[in-house]
């Protein structure tokens, strides 16, 4: 929660030249091939693993190793694909990615794109910029502990790295979003007594529980309406269209709590590209926004930046990483419009 691992002031200065390597949806380095960066995203998912069909259906299944049942559903995938190949977006191909996320190995070096030295690092930061988010908000004397949120989503969580790392420590809840099942099997296999809801025990050492676990696209998943507190989604954006995330972080609106405790998070890879343009990926089938990019796709979805900051101490081979909190923009308006701590900026 200090030094190396903690976030970097959002006004801190960073180099926006031409072609720094592009993360994956994991992490990843700026470069798209062995002669450019690469870019960092760790294991986060927004693809279906099946297309289009016309009408939703649902099936639970009941999960042989554990007492709990997995929530699968065949939805369409959203709206439409851009039609403009001018646009990277319009070149993303949910069946393409899902393709390259189970060639992938279900642990934390896969869902990092090699990086897992980076993991510890990653989750410190996002740890303190939560925590100075919700300080912001209580009356909590800074020398008492928070208390845990109710209900928190992990969307494109892959197997669990922010889920068990981060996100069981400040929440009673977890639900898990993921299209790809080896890794949701993986993160429900990897569980330890009294971490799942489930099977029916009660939480231990101060530890939440996971929820429901979702095998669906990040385009094709409704939050319930009012439930969370907290939606986290990380490295997974990158595999939905313009249009497709708008819609996403539209219904997420709808499935916070309703107040001023409660936000989206957005945290992903920032383009490198000279002109600020979008990045395209065609090994994971993702893009990678500009920090522009995201903020007028934040605009248009309805929702107020109230806290950004830049993540700190990955290699510098990798693309930046900056952090979004977010919420509904009729929600406390005049308190939004100014910063929620020194040094996070919207």
């Known amino acids: 929660m200090h030094g190396p691992y903690s976030c970097r002031d959002a006004s801190s200065s960073v180099s926006?030249?031409?072609?720094?390597?592009p993360f994956r949806r994991r992490l990843?380095?700026?470069?798209?091939s062995p002669t450019a960066?690469?870019?960092?995203?760790?294991r986060q998912s927004t693809l279906t693993q099946q297309q289009s069909p016309q009408h939703s259906t649902g099936r639970v299944d009941?999960?042989?190793?554990?007492?709990?049942?997995?929530?699968?559903?065949?939805?369409?995938?959203g709206p439409p694909l851009p039609a403009s190949p001018s646009q990277p977006d319009a070149l993303i191909d949910h069946a393409a990615s899902i393709t390259y996320w189970n060639s992938v190995s279900a642990d934390t070096t896969g869902m990092l794109g090699g990086y897992p030295q980076t993991s510890r690092i990653d989750l410190q930061g996002s740890s303190n910029f939560l925590i100075k988010l919700r300080r912001t908000k209580s009356s909590i004397p800074a020398r008492d502990a928070l208390p845990p949120l109710n209900r928190a989503a992990d969307c494109g969580a892959g197997v669990g790295r922010i889920t068990k790392e981060f996100l069981l420590k400040v929440a009673k809840r977890v639900d898990v979003v993921e299209p790809v099942k080896k890794f949701t099997?993986?993160?429900?296999q990897g569980l330890k007594s009294g971490e799942w809801a489930g099977d029916g025990a009660d939480p231990r050492g101060g530890r939440g529980q996971v929820g429901e676990v979702v095998n669906l696209g990040l385009q094709d998943w409704t939050p319930e309406v009012g439930a969370y507190d907290l939606i986290w989604n990380q490295w997974c954006v990158g595999h939905l269209t313009d249009v497709q995330l708008v819609d996403y972080l539209e219904r997420c609106k709808n499935g916070l709590v309703e107040g001023n405790e409660s936000w989206i998070v957005v945290k992903e890879n920032?383009?490198?590209?000279?002109?600020?343009?979008?990045?395209?990926?065609?090994e994971d089938s993702s893009v990678t926004r500009s920090d522009d990019k995201f903020r007028k796709l934040f605009k248009e979805a309805g929702l107020k930046l109230v806290a950004?900051?830049?993540?700190?101490?990955?290699?510098?081979e990798l693309f930046p990483v900056r952090i979004y909190a977010l919420q509904p923009q009729q929600i406390g308006r005049k308190a939004l419009d100014r910063p929620l701590y020194p040094g996070i900026h919207s």
């Open 28 to 32: 990843r380095s700026s470069f798209p």
């Open 62 to 77: 009941l999960l042989p190793h554990k007492r709990i049942y997995r929530i699968t559903m065949d939805m369409a995938a």
């Open 37 to 42: 960066k690469k870019k960092p995203m760790p």
């Open 308 to 316: 950004t900051d830049l993540q700190r101490g990955f290699p510098k």
């Open 270 to 282: 920032m383009s490198t590209d000279i002109h600020q343009q979008d990045i395209y990926d065609d």
């Open 185 to 188: 099997d993986e993160l429900v």
């Open 16 to 21: 926006w030249g031409a072609a720094t390597p």
